[in-house]
């Protein structure tokens, strides 16, 4: 889950809604049409909070390599989706084995990261990351631009130049 989460950028809903017949392994995407959310412990599908959130992800590299066909639900607890206190459970058995210190949303700014560094646009990861606004996107790119350019300042004052 961890690594799909990371190489996808997906909302941990929007994984968890996830069944075979929206991996097209053929074309190498994702087709993203639906979230899981908890009604009283119970998960329930729905569609994603905008109409932006409905889109088409590219598999990359490293993950295409991992994935094995199936049939159904993606992730599930016996055939049926995950409720929100079970993943927590899961998730956290998961971080205390691996020593994963992070929240899956962190993952998904992660790979926003991997898309900047690749030199995507802002426009583009907008659209890969489903977000409404521009803004959005370009307020986290803003945050690793300044991480950045604190890393090439320090890198610069040290070069023996």
């Not at 016996?78 to 020593?99: D, L, N, T, V």
């Not at 990861?125 to 991480?147: C, E, F, M, N, P």
């Amino acid at each position: 889950f961890a690594y799909f989460a990371l190489y996808t950028g997906l909302r941990k809903g929007e994984i968890l809604a996830l069944t075979w017949d929206d991996i097209d392994l053929d074309n190498r995407v994702i087709h993203v049409n639906k979230a899981v959310y908890d009604d009283h412990g119970t998960p329930k599908i729905k569609r994603p909070k905008t109409e932006n959130g409905v889109r088409s992800v590219p598999i990359l590299d490293r993950l295409y390599d991992k994935l094995i066909p199936g049939k159904g639900i993606l992730f599930s607890d016996e055939g049926r989706y995950i409720s929100a206190w079970k993943f927590q459970k899961y998730w956290s058995s998961y971080c205390a084995e691996s020593g994963i210190t992070c929240t899956v949303h962190q993952l998904r700014h992660a790979f926003t990261t991997m898309l900047f560094e690749c030199d995507i646009s802002v426009k583009d990861a907008q659209k890969i990351l489903g977000h409404a606004q521009a803004s959005t996107t370009q307020d986290i790119y803003t945050d690793i631009r300044k991480a950045r350019e604190m890393l090439i300042n320090k890198k610069l004052l040290s070069a023996d130049i």
